[in-house]
């Protein structure tokens, strides 16, 4: 059971005491505080998890400091969507809002190779009107011989650069704990030119210690991606274990599925599953079409697959586009045939706009043909 509070309540307050005093006494539950601190105000949550069958909710809603009450319906306590659940779906970082009704798009380096490819990258994506990109520092490769990313070297170099052409948010996937600390030094020794959501792979989705200590944290939002040979439930979870430890500025990215039945792409596209997931969570979802489709053939309309798999995404409701970009794809280190060229950039982002429109445009549909 989750009981919202009246936002701005003050812990010191007589008021929040007695509710306080009053969950201490309640036989076989565990009570669980979570602040959430907005621009304009405080809002605290108060988690009940244990023995709550036999609480009314309109008891519980007439204890002081309350304003509202959730009954969890399902496993995902914290980022699922419960009945009468008004609690927001979207937060804001570095002044970018991501949430279950907006669109943003992170182009950019599957892994940073070098300064010139980075501000080839980034001064396009500023010309292009972008505020986020993808970058990989630290790459979790298949084989112990192939190139394992920059790793905190090239920090400097992507946070200047990022902070130069006005880039606000970079994805970059962590593979250990270090690696967070790693981040955060280089940020601020950069004085903090740009912000990082920080990238959990499908092949640590149910890494459950790095969960933890990525959930412990809240100054980074995560992007957690679905393991690629589980269930979607068993990934939710994995999304859970971040808010259970106090984050809950997390989206989930829909990379595809390990399997020969997708064959050629190199995963089974799996974006059917964005409504599903906003039903299920408030999280907002993402699509990566790169690692999903894996390469750049085309059909013979012209569209490369990689674009006609990101269509089928926005199209469904994503609100978040990881998409491998390089000026040289044939000199990346890692994922260049999967990689589109700068020059492909303008098409790609009006490609996205025809499909998110046309997905605005489905949505009002279903107001339209509502029965009144
Ligand atoms: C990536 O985005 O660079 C990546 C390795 O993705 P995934 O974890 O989905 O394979
Ligand atoms: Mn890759």
Redesign the pocket.
């Known amino acids: 059971m989750i009981l919202i509070l009246a936002p701005n309540t003050q812990i010191q307050s007589t008021e929040y005491q007695s509710l306080m005093d009053h969950l201490a006494g309640l036989q076989g539950v565990q009570v669980r505080v979570h602040k959430e601190h907005g621009s304009e105000q405080t809002l605290t949550e108060i988690y009940l998890i244990g023995n709550t069958k036999t609480l009314e909710i309109e008891d519980v809603r007439d204890l002081p400091c309350v304003e509202n009450v959730v009954r969890v319906s399902q496993d995902y306590r914290i980022l699922g969507r419960h009945k009468d659940d008004s609690r927001s779906a979207h937060f804001n970082y570095k002044g970018v809002r991501f949430g279950q009704d907006t669109l943003n798009v992170f182009a950019g380096l ?2 940073v190779d070098n300064a010139a490819h980075v501000e080839i990258m980034l001064r396009a994506l500023r010309d292009n009107g972008q505020v986020c990109t ?1 970058m ?1 520092a630290y ?2 490769r298949t084989s112990p011989y192939a190139f394992q990313g920059h790793g905190k070297n090239c920090l400097p170099f992507v946070f200047d650069l990022a902070g130069k052409y006005g880039i606000k948010v970079i ?1 970059m ?1 962590i593979t250990h704990e270090s690696h967070l600390n790693e981040i955060h030094e280089a940020l601020q020794q950069a004085g903090n030119p740009t912000g990082v959501m920080l ?1 959990i ?4 989705t149910q890494n459950f210690e790095l969960l933890k200590i990525v959930g412990r944290q809240q100054e980074y939002p995560v992007l957690l ?1 679905r393991g ?1 040979g589980i269930t979607l439930d068993e990934s939710l979870n994995a999304a859970e274990y971040l808010a259970s430890e106090g984050n809950r500025n997390v989206v989930f ?1 829909l ?2 599925m390990k399997t020969n039945m997708g064959d050629p792409h190199r995963n089974m596209v799996d974006f059917a599953h964005v409504p599903v997931v906003k039903r299920l969570t408030r999280m907002p979802v993402c699509v ?1 079409p ?2 999903s489709v894996g390469t750049r053939a085309a059909s013979p309309d012209g569209i490369l697959d990689v674009m006609h798999a990101t269509a089928q995404g926005v199209l469904a409701g994503a609100n978040m586009v ?1 998409v ?1 970009f390089h000026p040289e794809p044939p000199q990346a280190l ?2 260049g045939p999967q990689a589109l060229l700068l020059s492909e950039l303008p098409h790609f982002l009006e490609d996205v706009q025809i499909a998110r429109e046309a997905y605005l445009k489905r949505a009002q549909l279903v107001q339209k043909y509502q029965p009144k």
């Open positions: 599957c892994a993808r990989g790459k979790p994805a996937e990238q792979g499908t092949r640590n991606k690629f990215g990379r595809g990566d790169s690692h990881l491998d890692v994922d």
